[in-house]
């Protein structure tokens, strides 16, 4: 998907990259966005999840990896910037 302006809906979660501020995640009824110039535009990071995003963030240390938790309980993790995901499992 292309840039575009930042959603205009509320907004659930936002992970700002500590290493390249720049890089901004958000989280929010619309799905998942980056931006790569501090928020001036958006990218949206295809999820196939049919819930919404509640919450996102990212590992300090590495972040390029990801993680969003979903409303119905999903969990993904992206270890490159939000490109690729896999569900994690929670519990047994």
């Not at 720049?22 to 929010?28: I, K, P, T, W």
């Not at 590992?59 to 969003?68: G, I, K, M, T, Y």
């Amino acid at each position: 998907m292309g840039a575009r302006d930042a959603p205009s809906q509320k907004v659930n979660s936002v992970a700002i990259d500590p290493i390249t501020p720049q890089n901004v995640y958000l989280a929010g009824p619309d799905g998942l966005f980056r931006s790569a110039d501090g928020g001036l535009t958006w990218e949206a990071i295809g999820v196939q999840v049919s819930s919404q995003p509640l919450a996102l963030t990212l590992d300090p240390r590495h972040p390029a990896q990801l993680f969003a938790l979903f409303a119905n309980g999903t969990l993904l993790r992206s270890e490159d910037s939000g490109t690729t995901w896999v569900t994690l499992e929670i519990g047994s």
